[in-house]
């Protein structure tokens, strides 16, 4: 035996011993289900969605009073047992009254799982990361109100007051009608305004960290105010802005603006970050 076919009889033989080890090593197991509700909810109410500390949250208006709940869970790591526990004691509870639902999210990091499982179990599976999706159809005309941690938001078809918060969130709002207060720590927001005559009032969004990118109707009439506090620059692509007071002009990190007849107060605020005014 020659020494070349002794290297190379050593080589395949670590090659096979390392292929066994991995193959020896367990997989990071993977679970995914899906918990569902429906129930009749009239209009003019309000729904709380207190998202989980990962995952998104997709919110509907529909012609229908009622509200649908889909909530996709996935759960990794641990063995196959312990994918069960959590997968158990994940999902959503809900508070319910005539004109109010509040939405929560449990898990085996949060408190309200503890009526599903003792103490020593809710310490055991506590570290072990999971993530809830929620696809949630709801009246057109409510208000909601949406609790997030890191995830994306997306709002559509709501005639009614919203109020928006996440941690780490990209956040996707088309307007209808109503107020809308949203604050995010650190993403990506875009929000659309209707292409008509504006029937809400205040308008007021915050990034600490991102960007933030408005669409806007040409036939807007509001007081805009875009401020970047600290670094970045504002992109103003609107033609039909005028400064709210004549000898303050427009700038990259600021501009005090008055759109149409003015009126409805639309406040955009960026910390770090970028900001883009778009027209419609």
């Not at 310490?123 to 999971?130: E, F, N, S, T, V």
Request: aromatic letters at 4%; glycine letters at 10%.
């Amino acid at each position: 035996m020659t020494k070349q076919t002794l290297r190379i009889l050593t080589i395949l033989l670590i090659l096979c011993s390392a292929a066994a080890i991995a193959f020896g090593q367990p997989e990071n197991l993977k679970r995914s289900t899906t918990k569902t509700d429906r129930f009749d909810f009239g209009a003019g109410g309000t729904v709380v969605i207190q998202g989980a500390p990962n995952g998104s949250v997709k919110v509907v208006g529909s012609r229908s009073n009622e509200i649908s709940i889909s909530a996709v869970i996935e759960v990794s790591g641990g063995s196959e047992s312990e994918l069960q526990q959590v997968t158990d004691l994940t999902g959503f509870v809900m508070q319910e009254s005539v004109s109010r639902v509040s939405i929560f999210s449990v898990g085996p990091d949060n408190r309200k799982a503890a009526k599903k499982a003792d103490r020593k179990l809710l310490k055991k599976l506590a570290g072990m990361p999971y993530k809830i999706n929620y696809t949630i159809s709801v009246p057109q005309y409510c208000d909601v109100e949406i609790n997030a941690g890191k995830g994306d938001i997306s709002v559509s078809g709501i005639d009614g007051d919203l109020r928006i918060n996440g941690i780490e969130s990209n956040v996707d709002i088309a307007l209808v009608s109503g107020t809308l207060a949203a604050t995010v720590g650190k993403g990506d927001v875009t929000i659309t305004m209707p292409n008509q005559a504006w029937r809400g009032s205040l308008i007021d969004v915050q990034v600490a960290n991102g960007s933030l990118t408005a669409h806007l109707p040409r036939a807007l009439s509001a007081d805009l105010t875009a401020v970047i506090l600290r670094t970045g620059a504002i992109k103003n692509e609107l033609t039909n802005l005028k400064p709210r007071v004549r000898n303050v002009p427009f700038t990259e990190k600021g501009i005090a603006a008055r759109a149409g007849n003015g009126g409805t107060a639309v406040k955009l605020t960026v910390g770090d970050g970028t900001m883009t005014l778009l027209q419609l």
